[in-house]
């Protein structure tokens, strides 16, 4: 166990359904992160919060809808989402006080959109 | 948008052999992290660079940031099939300590031929 926990680890879901993703964070983190991970592609930031205010939003389409409840816990909350919207969630959190010791990310949800 | 090109997308070496990735930008970037990414599992986080010319070492790898800030490499020496996984460097542009928000590279995937 990384110190962050995602859950489920895989989920299939139909365009029509509604679903979300959990994670939660036993490291006393600050600050929690979305990723998505595509074949061929890069990381892609999704959101990011800070002491639970989100500070960022790369441009993500509505479908996809973030939640952030106390500084330990962040929901990704899903509707009609399309085929490509299939990819490898990761939750990620880090302590922003310039010790630079990395992000820990959660092992991610596998996520298949039919 | 900010990107970070790292080289080469996919590298294949005979065990024993070395490996290097490379990692460039064409802003300055404040710091920049190394992750590693076993095969189906999540991206964990191996050390951060924040000063221009630093190297670092840990065991067989060694993490080298430029003087100008721009570009930094990951250079295994003697390859072992534990190190197969793909690399990813990460940057940030936010100064004063803080991580700020990762751009990551595309990674570079290592396979390892015993």
């Known amino acids: 166990e990384t110190g962050v926990t995602q859950t489920p680890r895989h989920l299939v879901m139909g365009m029509t359904n509604k679903k979300s993703l959990k994670c939660e964070q036993h490291l006393g983190h600050n600050a929690m992160y979305w990723y998505k991970q595509s074949a061929k592609k890069p990381l892609e930031l999704m959101f990011v919060y800070n002491f639970k205010e989100q500070t960022e939003n790369n441009s993500v389409p509505s479908r996809f809808s973030p939640e952030c409840p106390n500084s330990s816990h962040l929901f990704l909350h899903l509707h009609t989402l399309q085929p490509e919207d299939s990819a490898l969630y990761l939750c990620?959190?880090?302590?922003?006080?310039?010790?630079?010791?990395?992000?820990?990310f959660g092992s991610g949800t596998r996520l298949t959109v039919v | 948008g900010q990107q970070v090109m790292q080289i080469p997308q996919y590298q294949h070496v005979q065990e024993g052999e070395d490996f290097t990735t490379y990692c460039n930008s064409s802003t300055t970037l404040s710091n920049i992290q190394w992750y590693k990414q076993r095969p189906g599992g999540h991206p964990v986080f191996l050390i951060q660079?924040?000063?221009?010319?630093e190297v670092k070492k840990q065991k067989r790898l060694t993490f080298q940031f430029g003087e100008a800030k721009k570009n930094s490499s990951l250079h295994i020496t003697a390859t072992q099939t534990t190190d197969v996984g793909t690399y990813f460097c990460a940057a940030s542009m936010n100064y004063g300590g803080s991580q700020g928000n990762l751009i990551f590279g595309k990674g570079t995937k290592l396979s390892v031929k015993p």
């Open positions: 660079l924040v000063k221009s010319g």
């Open positions: 990620a959190s880090s302590q922003e006080d310039g010790l630079g010791l990395g992000y820990t």
